[in-house]
């Protein structure tokens, strides 16, 4: 024992000692241990002394336990003691405390399945770990994957992930999530979603590959190996599954709480669909296949909403409707198979009841005969060399023989769904590279152990081999990386193993000789086994007490198998002629099945057989054909050649493990079991891999790391400049034994333990200076808390206050309600108990009135009993009457018909004669009509027998009607006797009755009115003494209320002034999140655009030759799509640049001339209306004075139709009387045989009833129109509606010529009405006529008033303008009134508007030609003045006196009297010419760059020269010549930026111009709103002719999208600096430290060359500010810009906290707050405080906090709770669960105070999801801001080249 590990033995260490329960525990020494010692005295957690006596032999010490600061590392490797213990205690603790699943163990990820739903695999935490290097995150599956992706990208390599562990330990889940992240972060590369797909075929797997087991609800059956291809740019194109080993025994058997694969299952739940009527399936307890594990359903599951999911996935794939039938038949055809019943013949035979019900489905699902099915269940066909014979089965050999069959044919539709999902994953893109995922079985070991664990360790063998070996590799690699003397390190080769099994002679080839054997037999295989290994190989045993086993020593533990079943299993036998029965079947699906296993290169070579604990099968690779030979393979041959492919496949790529593992046996979340963790964590391969690693050096830090580290164990003296060197000096000091460590090029390399004793000697180093400065700090962390406390409690009162005001709200809101409440409850009670008296008085009124109507009743009884006799027999006769008139009718209507008919034939005849080309094509008509005319004849012949039967009905009748009559009349008068007799009894048994009643009903009264009046006097008196009482409570409860109400109303009012204040705030929101909704929509517009643009690039690429850019158009705004500039397709067809432009600017002209052309016929609409409405109310003043007139001529008319109505209803009632008289007639003659049916009296008094009825009807008809058109002359009157006043005539006369009477009257009358009504129009006519012109000569009077003062105005301003100024306002004035006629024009005749507009516009021409020449001239004559006066200056100023000519003698006098005249002033305008726009917008736009030419200029230059250009078109006005300089302009702007998108400046420099062209919209639009800040001045050089508004919104839209695009960009190049500089980066040196770390390396939080610093991002920022100042960028835009900045940075630096574990802790906090201080100090620094931008970074502020604040007592976790307002409840839980020690003196958070986080934050209303989202975009806002900028005073650089620009 070296010197180090005894002094490491010393008193208070902590050791492992081996426990039986727990299998290692923890213990400390109490007592030094000396070399000497034979044991160590200990003592255990929990407080119990014991002796651990160490091995005599060996004197080998228990292990170290690692210092608490490396518990719970990510990476395993980077403890410092490599041990078992260690290892276990590590998961543990990350797992239960930190409830985290994921470990990294070297280049292995281990994951312990939780049991429970976690939210760690989300799109955010995906896309948080694309893109990051392994070690930089905390281990995930996401991390494994990406790594992958990263390698495959970059080394151009082919990856595989293998996924292994036992069954429930998360194998599946783990794949489907390493899946998942691929096809998120690829995406596909067609427009198929292929990624959808590979992900569609999980659910299709799980249905028909997983089932239930007791360890797990979800297992795999089976294992897969899914390689999924992606192309040259890395996306995803298609996939490729190979299965191993499924389990098909389970669809035969189950244990007890397991169940058979989830698609039978599915299809028993989904049994009552309509669609599966014809399975014939029902409960799955109703099948032997179903209901063996007595667990038919797993809490939680849906089994039919899950088969729904199948169905989806299997069409998603491609798998049609049909298909999915015929799968899902033989799947019930299977589950029918299992409940045959074979009875017992004999002892050597079997048979199966004929018509089994079971057997009979199986026959119809599988389209076989029963016969040939049924016989070949219970027999089998030998085949000997000559004969051929057929032997009866026993009922257990007929039963495997059927289960041996079902499993087959399971087999078969496993193989056939696996090899077309890989058909639909398939694409015709090349693969480039592909990432396989392997979910396989891990390491098995059970009491029984037979040929399938056999199998399933042996594949593990492999693939332990292929793991030592890379393990090994990339060990090796680093140590020649780092140029360190190694020697060969000896790690555990399972090859020998391997041999064993595989190799000649081997175990797997003993087997395959033994099934050849014609008797061969498990027990000869046996003896063979042992006879051939056991001597020679030292990994194979026999067992003492058993003859039929033998135990192998695997890498992972010795497993004992059992030989029973061996051979049969490998044989895999299935009896052929049932196979040949399917084959012949008639559906075609199973014939296919069966089609597929003949082309496979080896049978489905699975296990039969019917115990046992699994059975196994590997699926068939279908790619090569083989011949009859290897059909014959045994299922171990072809397992080992799957194998050796698989090792092929895997070896060729580079691998990444996953090893999964399962915490308990009880599906228990977050519970963990040592003994089943240890025995899965030596079966996987970890330890492996931990003992490899500690066999060399296994702490590796870098030079700069352990200088950081150990920085505190250094004198100042020691540190010298190389760090190198320092590091080697110090080290040589530490440590004295070399071989400890080894100096490598970039990293030190540290033996086992080395850490550790490091450090202990940092810890107690700091321990010291911690002392130190604690009697310092004391005193201001107690100030602090005070503060801190005062700080709470003033946050406690407002809030506090503010709930008691929001209660207070919330009382009178309530009270408020309550009382509307009660008013209308109590007007419901009201009206309900109304409604109830109603009724009870309705009720009483029934009752009594029909007591009254039954008495009468009662009396004439027998008097109506005749009057119903009467009125049946009448009826009776009435209808026999009427169905004689009836009949008559119809016969004349018959022969009326026919006599038309007959016309009408004689015409067609006769057009028929004349048109013979009708006969061709008619030729069989006549003949048709004949038969016609015979039918006819035919039908009237049976009319006349009908007739005939009527007559003798009627005869039979009357006779019945003679005897019905005298017995009438012998009842009338026995009726009318009993009548009178009743009358009189009934009469006076009420009268004795009522009296009686009146007696009782008085004595009663009166006894009641003596008892009433003596209760009343008692009442009255205890009334007046309680209303005393209640007087003075109400006076005191008044004086209450009255405080209560001034209370309450001072409540009230600071109530709503707060709630006022939320409600804004509210508002406030609601607006930004609708501009956020409205700036998405912008965004997502432009990535639309820019995404057409580039396919239209690709478009012009391949159709043009000449290289070229073309760029599409974008459209204004998703709301302005009516401003579109032009059409894509239009666009598409165009052939060059230029002619693009001018379509973009006729569209974007013809576009806003429309829209102009829009609001002028709106105006003239409106205009019109109103004419409309002031016709009407001249109108309504006309007939107002006429409606005197009109009453009395609607009077007349009314009398006149009264009298037309007396007079028909005389005649009604003449008719009437006629009708009784003919009836009594009728009634008198009855009984004569005169008036009997069918006499001509009778006939002559019927036709003369018909004529009356008929006559009646008429008249009844007249009545009705004649009151319907009096009700409507009425309405008429009533509403004065001039519509219908002026219709009457037509309305009439169509009523009236509807009446049937058409005699002279009705004409006279309807000719008065026409000629009232005509008379009636023509006047009010004139008169609307004459009222009109009254109303035009009016307006006429008011124009010429407003024209004169108008006049008068401009002659008054004009006066005081200076003469050039006059000539212009006189222009002005003269093209505003041209403007006017023609807007007059226009409106009163169209084509004279055309011709005057014309004229108009040729004089404003004329006009503006004029001034121009003038303008010119004076220019012209100006300059030339100048150009005079410095000449005679400069002659002057040389002359001398004494030399003068005579010529300048005379010139001499004119000097003085030269006056200049003043120059004239510009007017802020910019002219060019139209053919210039294109050169304007180059130079200005396109070739201007920010870095050069613009750094120089006026801010916001460009802007203002295109507003000058604008304005002058608009002082022209030019609209055309305005549209195409808006859409040169905002198409140059967004070109520009697509093509220099990604520069900053670019991007910063065309945002403040676009504002700032925005702004000078606004400012000179000419709207009052913005115009108050303007000078005297600019408010002359105001747009005058157009109005731009729409315009505005539009240049705004793409502000916002610059706005995004500058965010973008920035966002680019904060990204990389920001977890660098915020987070690794040491801001404050040796606060931290660096914890050691393991394989996976992170990045370095020291300052190397190329590492962004705090002061990297502060450097930039100040850059992005000092731009957008140096652009002129507005000031309130900048705050935006800066507050979006600061929240990229907390977000970003946030997320990546939550990620990563090696962060949080106490002094990483500090360095977080330090560096938000700073940030804040630049705020401060550019004035920007008020922006917001530091409440964006109040969750990382929260979250350092957090990091640094006591988490212990409930105190703590109250001001925890308090304190982190602005994180949420998962994110608060995550910090705490990853807080991790830095140094000794540190604690961990425990379990409990997370938990009382939890129950404190669990009423908070949140959004579950962990990070924050960094792609969040604040809406943007363009708040107006005025320039004080003189147009005219702007000059225009020549650097611009814009000389052919004149100012006006």
Known sequence: MNRELEYMFVERARVWIPDAEEVWKSAELTKDYKNDDASLQLMLEDGTNIEHKLDPKTKNLPYLRNPDILVGENDLTALSYLHEPAVLHNLKVRFMDSKLIYTYCGIVLVAINPYETLQIYGTDIIHAYSGQNMGDMDPHIFAVAEEAYKQMARDERNQSIIVSGESGAGKTVSAKYAMRYFATVSGSASEANVEEKVLASNPIMEAIGNAKTTRNDNSSRFGKYIEIGFDNRYRII???????????????????????????????????????????????????????????????????????????????????????????????????????????????????????????????????????????????????????????????????????????????????????????????????????????????????????????????????????????????????????????????????????????????????????????????????????????????????????????????????????????????????????????????????????????????????????????????????????????KTVGCQFRNSLQMLMGTLNATTPHYVRCIKPNDFKLGFTFDPKRAVQQLRACGVLETIRISAAGFPSRWTYQEFFSRYRVLMKQKDVLLDKKLTCRNVLEKLVEDQDKYQFGKTKIFFRAGQVAYLEKLRADKLRVACIRIQKTIRCWLARKKYLRKRSAAITIQRFTRGYQARCLAKFM??????????????????????????????????????????????????????????????????????????????????????????????????????????????????????????????????????????????????????????????????????????KQVSSLQEELERLRKELSTTQQEKKTIEDWAQTYRS???????????????????????????????????????????????????????????????????????????????????????????????????????????????????????AAEDVTRGIDTSLTLKLQKRLTELEQEKQSLRNELENKEDQFQRARARDDVEFKKARGAELEYESLKRQELESENKKLKHNLAEMRQS????????????????????????????????????????????????????????????????????????????????????????????????????????????????????????????????????????????????????????????????????????????????????DLMEQLEKQDRTIRKLKKQLKVYSKRIGEMGAGQTEGQTSPGQMVDEPIHPVNIPRREKDFQGMLEYKKEDELKLVKNLILELKPRGVAVNLIPGLPAYVLFMCLRHADYVNDDQKVRTLLTSTINSIKKILKKRGDDFETVSFWLSNTCRFLHCLKQYSGDEAFMKHNTSRQNEHTLSNFDLAEYRQVISDLAIQIYQQLIKCMENILQPMIVSGMLEHETIQGVSGVKPTGLRKRTSSIADEGTYT??????????????????????????????????????????????????????????????????????????????????????????????????????????????????????????????TPVNEFEERVSVSFIRTIQTRLRDRCESPQLLMDTKMIYPVTFPFNPSSLALETIQIPGSLNLGFLTRV
């Not at 109603?838 to 008097?863: S, V």
């Not at 109530?1055 to 998405?1080: F, G």
């Open 1226 to 1405: 009728l009634l008198g003659d009855a009984a004569t045989n005169s008036g009997a049916p069918g006499s001509p009296a009778y006939k002559v008094l019927l036709d003369q009833l018909n004529s009356s009825c008929e006559e009646l009807d008429v008249r009844k008809e007249e009545v009705l129109i004649l009151r319907s058109q009096l009700v409507s002359q009425k309405e008429a009157m009533h509403h004065k509606d001039e519509k219908e006043t002026m219709t009457e005539p037509s309305v009439y006369v169509v009523d009236v010529s509807k009446l049937k009477d058409a005699d002279e009257i009705k004409q006279a009358y309807v000719g008065l009405k026409d000629t009232n009504r005509l008379l009636e129009h023509q006047l009010q006519t004139q008169r609307r006529g004459h009222d009109n012109e009254v109303e035009a000569l009016r307006g006429e009077l008011q124009n010429v008033k407003e024209e004169n003062n108008r006049q008068q105005q401009l002659l008054a301003q004009n006066l005081q303008l200076p003469p050039e100024a006059r000539i212009e306002a006189s222009l002005q004035h003269e093209i505003t009134r041209l403007t006017n006629e023609n807007l007059e024009l226009m409106a009163d005749d169209p084509t004279a508007s055309r011709e005057a507009r014309v004229i108009i516009l040729r004089r404003m021409v």
């Open 1654 to 1779: 705090l002061d990297s991002i502060l450097r930039q920022l100040s850059a992005f500010h000092s731009t957008m100042c140096q652009h002129g960028t507005d000031p309130e835009l900048i705050k935006q810009v800066v507050k979006q900045q600061f929240y990229i940075i907390g977000a970003v630096t946030l997320n990546n906290l939550l990620l990563r574990k090696d962060m949080c802790s106490w002094s990483k906090g500090m360095q977080i707050r330090y560096n938000v201080s700073q940030l804040e100090e630049w705020l401060r620094d550019k004035g920007l405080m008020m922006c917001g931008a530091k409440e964006t970074l109040e969750p990382l502020i929260q979250a350092a906090q957090l990091l640094q604040v006591k988490k212990k007592t409930d105190e703590d976790a109250e001001a925890i709770c308090s304190m982190c307002l602005a994180l949420t409840t998962a994110q608060i839980v995550k910090v705490l669960n990853l807080y």
């Open 238 to 632: 298609g996939a490729n599954m190979r299965t191993y080993l499924l389990e098909k025994s389970r669809v035969v058997f189950q244990a007890d709480e397991e169940r058979n694969y989830h698609v039978f299952y599915q299809l028993c739940a989904s049994s009552h669909l309509p669609e599966f009527k014809n399975l014939r399936l029902s409960s799955a307890n109703n099948f032997l296949y179903t209901r063996q594990g007595r667990s038919p359903v797993i809490d939680g599951v849906d089994d039919t909403k899950e088969l729904c999911t199948t169905r989806n996935a299997f069409t998603l794939l491609g798998i049609n409707e049909s298909y999915q039938m015929g799968l899902f038949q033989v799947l019930a055809a299977i589950l029918h198979l299992g409940n045959v019943e074979i009875k017992d013949r004999d002892s050597d035979s079997s048979i199966i009841a004929p018509n089994n019900s079971h057997l009979t489905a199986f026959c119809e699902l599988v389209g076989v005969t029963y016969q040939d099915m049924s016989q070949w269940l219970c027999h089998r066909k030998l085949k000997t060399a000559n004969e051929t014979y057929i032997k009866t089965l026993p009922r257990l050999q007929a039963t495997n023989n059927r289960d041996a069959l079902s499993k087959h044919i399971y087999a078969k539709l496993f193989n056939w769904i696996v090899g077309h999902v890989n058909k639909a994953l398939i694409t015709n893109i090349k693969q480039h590279s592909f990432i396989g995922v392997l979910d396989i079985y891990g390491f098995e070991t059970f009491e029984i152990n037979s040929f399938e664990q056999f199998c399933i360790n042996y594949a593990n063998e492999k693939l332990q081999q292929q793991f030592n070996m890379h393990v090994f590799k990339l060990e090796q690699e680093e140590y020649m990386r780092e140029q360190i003397p190694w020697t060969l390190i000896d790690f555990y080769d399972n090859q020998p193993c391997i041999n064993l099994i595989e190799a000649k002679m081997g175990i797997l080839d003993l087997l395959d000789e033994e099934c050849k054997m014609p008797r061969g037999s498990d027990d000869t295989w046996a003896q063979k086994l042992y006879n051939t290994h056991l001597k020679t190989c030292s990994l194979f045993e026999k067992p003492r007490m058993s003859n039929r086993a033998f135990i192998i020593q695997h890498f992972a533990d010795k497993v004992e198998y059992q030989c029973d079943g061996f051979l049969e299993k490998n044989k895999d036998t299935v009896n052929e002629e049932q196979i040949n029965v399917l084959k012949a079947s008639k559906f075609d699906l199973l014939v296919e099945l069966f089609q597929d296993g003949e082309k496979a290169t080896s049978p489905t070579g699975q296990v039969a057989g019917t115990g046992g604990r699994t059975r196994l099968s590997i699926k068939p690779d279908k790619s090569r054909e083989t011949s009859s030979k290897e059909h014959k």
């Open 1019 to 1137: 009442e009255m008196e205890k009334m007046v003494s309680e209303l005393k009482d209640q007087n003075g409570l109400l006076k005191k409860d008044k004086d209450d209320l009255n405080r209560s109400i001034q209370e309450q109303s001072q409540q009230m009012t600071e109530k709503m002034a707060r709630v006022i204040a939320e409600e804004t705030q509210q508002l406030e929101t609601d607006l930004n999140e609708e501009r956020s909704r409205y700036q998405n929509l912008l965004t997502e517009q432009r990535r639309l655009e820019e995404k057409y643009d580039d396919l239209k690039e690709r478009t012009l690429a391949s159709n043009i030759s000449k290289p070229g850019h073309r760029r599409t158009d974008s459209t204004h705004s998703s709301n302005e799509s009516e401003y579109t500039y032009n059409s894509e397709y239009a666009e598409l067809e165009e052939g060059s640049r």
């Open 813 to 982: 809101r309530r009270t408020q309600a309550a009382t509307t409440i009660q008013k209308y409850q109590r007007m419901c009670m009201e009206r309900k108990r109304y409604k109830q008296k109603q009724a009870a008085a309705l009720a009483m009124q029934t009752i009594l009135r029909g007591y009254i109507a039954r008495l009468k009743y009662q009396a004439l009884l027998r008097e109506h009993k005749m009057v119903i006799i009467q009125k049946i027999v009448r009826g009776w006769l009435a209808r026999c009457w009427y169905k004689r008139c009836l009949y008559s009718i119809v016969y004349l209507q018959c022969c009326f018909r026919r006599m038309k008919a007959r016309r009408e034939l004689k015409k067609l005849k006769i057009e028929a004669r004349s048109v013979e080309h009708f006969k061709k094509l008619n030729k069989g008509m006549e003949n048709k009509i004949m038969q016609l005319q015979r039918k006819i004849d035919a039908q009237s012949k049976d009319n006349l027998l009908v007739v005939e039967k009527l007559h003798s009905l009627e005869t039979s009748s009357t006779a019945e009607k003679e005897k019905m009559r005298n017995e009438l009349n012998r009842l009338r008068g026995v009726d009318e006797e009993a009548k009178t007799k009743t």
